[in-house]
């Protein structure tokens, strides 16, 4: 099943507002390149190492400087750009078979004091993360300090994983100070090749298939075998469709704000064990990366819609991922006051196949 990226705390993804004139005056970092061209850094520990180290977990460490490694076909609308980070970190921890991965923003360090004098640049992620510190040594290696334990991990991690599961994902005491060797740029991009190769039956985005003036309909109806199979699961039937409504109020709005697939609205029907009818909900959604991020619409009731948001992906068969990564399903009524925190359920992710229309009601 593909990974949905994390997101930023509780109440879903906001992605940190960079200008754009700041990601391009830090695109250029002579700190890290000094000819402005991509660069590769990296370590493979052996068992000898590792051995000294019981309290480090990585075994592979890879660092990239430059043009995204892991583009992917993008749900924006263009003119976009694949990644505004500057720099690429993939790591890979003795237990795991291929490597995490972040981006992030990084920028040398201009103040007017002796620090200003060391070359080193610092770098910072989403949710107001810094990825840490780098410095190239005397050698030409590069130096990394500062790494988060909690690199990959939700900002409320240990409260929702609990202590022991929080300290099993997180890094290990040692894993910090790297000194990483340079390396030629195809050693990284195979390197970031192995975290999610490109799957060509997946087909064109979401928001080349699906047209804004068409309506579509997607769904499953799960059997008694698979209900058995998975006693949590409270819904039997699910919908997701764009009807002549949803696309005639796209086509009503502003030319400036007709960039498909933002502003794109759907709605999702759930039919759950022993109910007598389905529950529906509409969503907003915006293409973010290479998935569309769908929030709940507050139009009938008063609704934290960023923490109700489903994510949509494409699949093989022409089929579609939905992803429920806190309670945005209508497996409830959403407008009731007491629904709240995480689906206690196994009502996260969904694959999901083309339907007819009528099978929508359309």
């Not at 699961?233 to 696309?247: F, G, H, K």
Request: charged share 30%; glycine share 6%.
């Amino acid at each position: 099943m593909p990974s949905f990226k994390l997101r930023c705390g509780l109440l879903g993804a906001v992605l940190i507002a960079f200008p754009l004139w700041a990601i391009a005056d830090e695109s250029k970092l002579p700190e890290l390149s000094p000819d402005g061209k991509d660069v590769c850094y990296g370590r493979v520990y052996d068992a000898q190492h590792l051995q000294a180290h019981p309290n480090q977990k990585i075994q592979r460490i890879f660092f990239l400087y430059g043009h995204d490694p892991i583009d992917r076909p993008n749900e924006e609308p263009p003119p976009h750009q694949s990644s505004s980070y500057t720099v690429f970190l993939a790591t890979t921890t003795r237990d795991e078979k291929k490597p995490k991965w972040t981006g992030a923003w990084c920028h040398g360090d201009a103040s007017d004091d002796a620090s200003a004098k060391t070359g080193r640049v610092s770098c910072q992620m989403e949710c107001e993360k810094s990825l840490g510190h780098f410095k190239r040594n005397e050698k030409g290696d590069l130096i990394f300090s500062g790494l988060r334990e909690d690199l990959y991990l939700d900002p409320d991690a240990e409260d929702t994983l609990g202590k022991a599961e929080y300290k099993r994902q997180a890094f290990g005491a040692d894993d910090d100070n790297f000194a990483l060797a340079p390396q030629p740029l195809d050693v990284c991009k195979a390197e970031f090749g192995r975290i999610d190769p490109p799957n060509p039956a997946l087909g064109p985005p979401l928001r080349e298939r699906l047209k804004p003036d068409q309506p579509f309909c997607y769904g499953r109806d799960y059997d008694a075998d698979h209900l058995k199979g998975h006693p949590k699961q409270a819904t039997v039937s699910i919908r997701l469709y764009r009807n002549p409504a949803e696309i005639a109020d796209y086509a009503a709005l502003p030319e400036s704000e007709r960039r498909w697939a933002d502003n794109a609205k759907i709605q999702v029907a759930v039919t759950t064990r022993g109910a007598s009818k389905s529950l529906t909900q509409r969503y907003y959604c915006n293409g973010e990366a290479d998935q569309w991020k769908c929030l709940a619409s507050s139009d009938a009731c008063s609704l934290d819609s960023n923490a109700l948001e489903i994510d949509l992906r494409r699949d093989i068969n022409n089929g579609m991922i939905l992803a429920n990564p806190k309670s945005a399903l209508p497996v409830a009524d959403l407008c009731e006051s007491d629904v709240k925190g995480p689906t206690k359920s196994d009502d996260k992710i969904f694959r999901l196949n083309p339907m007819p229309l009528s099978a929508c009601g359309m």
